[in-house]
């Protein structure tokens, strides 16, 4: 039990590593795996702050014990109620039948509609406050940061906010739980993904938050997920604020569909023509061959954005679907956009390309481009004037 870390003198990090699920709610790869961050508070009330995923039962609960031997947990925190933190509540319970669990009346209703649970609850409210002995908590709803029941839960003592899924990233933690004790550039690379892809539809919400943590002394930041902030908390929550409300860098990302090479033949063009006009920060991503997940979290940090694509069986190229669809779910804005599509008899792409543009509203810059099969060299200049134009408004 030599991985159990302290947070403060009597605050522990109770979490596990998780190297074994390859995909993050069966979506989102992880190469790196991903921790399940537990708190346990050791005062006149023992008291845990969120739980792991089912799979992780076994080592949270030898955790658990390690640390309070043969007392009894008085009372379990839900911040929020997803699975991979919700998984070992009734295990928990068993272990500890005395146990009272804490939660709003949404966090209630789901502990209810999952596993049944309807017995030792409190149901507590946006301010409440409860007393551990030394430690004070406070709870803050936080609703939709990503579900309807998301708080956090402030210990007043020590300053330690408690923020569930938010300010979470993926990547196990090996050894070091602390924003200074690891590769900070790695997790918060990671730390961006997360939110781009599971909290960013929730921009509104996540400034609504912040503002309400604007009052609270925070010293430190403990997630559900990735490294503990306490050199910089500050930081971590001005990167929320800045994503949630998608202000972007300077820079554009390019994606393009293509099966035979005739689409991705423009890519150069454009490019070549970015780069002519002072544009420094160029990514070009494959469709294909790059999980969408790390597309998206590039998308999130720059203002500029070219989508190309070929038609496949009367429509969009699918991963390309797959990309528009999921950035029209997130509500993207404040990018200007170039288009590009292909066809060989009955275009689809460029018409489809057209609708995201109008769903989202993102700036159109002119001419998009469609070709038939193959780009003539009158394609590849108007290209060149598509990128010359969106040029212009990225630098700002
Ligand atoms: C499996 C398959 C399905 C296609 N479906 C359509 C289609 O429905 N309509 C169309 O106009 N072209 C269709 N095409 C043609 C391509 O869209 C066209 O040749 C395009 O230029 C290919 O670009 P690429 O070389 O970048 O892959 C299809 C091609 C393939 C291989």
Same mark, same amino acid.
């Given at each position: 039990m030599s991985d159990i870390r302290f947070v403060t003198e009597n605050i522990k990090w109770i979490g596990t590593n998780d190297r074994t699920t390859e995909l993050f709610e069966a979506l989102w790869p992880l190469p790196d795996g991903v921790s399940y961050n537990s708190f346990l508070i050791n005062d006149d009330k023992i008291t845990i702050i969120d739980t792991v995923k089912d799979s992780e039962i076994y080592n949270f609960l030898n955790k658990i014990q390690y640390v309070i031997k043969d007392n009894s947990v008085d009372y379990l925190i839900i911040n929020h109620m997803e699975p991979d933190h919700s998984g070992a509540i009734k295990a928990l319970i068993k272990e500890y039948p005395d146990i009272t669990i804490i939660g709003n009346e949404k966090t209630l209703n789901y502990l209810e509609q999952f596993y049944g649970i309807k017995e030792n609850t409190k149901q507590i409210s946006d301010g409440d406050e409860l007393s551990l002995g030394k430690h004070k908590l406070s709870f803050h709803l936080t609703p939709m940061l990503h579900w309807p029941e998301t708080m956090m839960t402030f210990e007043k003592t020590e300053k330690v906010l408690f923020s569930g899924d938010a300010f979470g990233g993926f990547g196990t933690l090996e050894g070091g739980i602390f924003d200074d004790e690891v590769n900070l550039q790695f997790y918060e690379e990671e730390i961006c993904r997360y939110f781009t892809n599971i909290v960013a539809k929730y921009g509104p919400m996540v400034e609504k938050a912040i503002s309400k943590l604007e009052n609270l002394d925070i010293k430190i930041i403990a997630p559900t997920h990735g490294p503990v902030w306490r050199s910089n908390p500050k930081q971590i929550i001005s990167d929320y604020y800045r994503w949630g409300r998608q202000e972007t860098k300077e !820079?554009?990302?390019?994606?393009? !569909?293509?099966?035979? !090479?005739?689409?991705?033949?423009?890519?150069?063009?454009?490019?070549?023509?970015?780069?002519d006009n002072k544009i420094k920060n160029i990514k070009v991503y494959n469709i294909s061959k790059t999980d969408v997940s790390y597309i998206i979290s590039d998308i999130w940090k720059y203002n500029g954005l070219v989508l190309g694509s070929c038609t496949y069986n009367t429509r969009l190229f699918p991963p390309m679907e797959y990309l528009v669809a999921f950035l029209e779910n997130k509500n993207i804005k404040n990018r200007v956009l170039g288009l590009f599509g292909s066809y060989s008899w009955s275009g689809k792409a460029l018409k489809r390309l057209k609708e995201f543009q109008q769903t989202t509203k993102l700036e159109l810059i002119e001419p998009s481009i469609e070709f038939k099969s193959a780009p003539t060299?009158?394609?590849?200049?108007?290209?060149?004037t598509m990128a010359e134009n969106l040029a212009k408004k990225v630098l700002k």
């Open positions: !820079g554009v990302v390019i994606v393009y !569909g293509s099966m035979y !090479g005739n689409t991705e033949s423009v890519v150069d063009t454009i490019t070549r023509k970015l780069a060299k009158t394609d590849h200049e108007s290209c060149s």
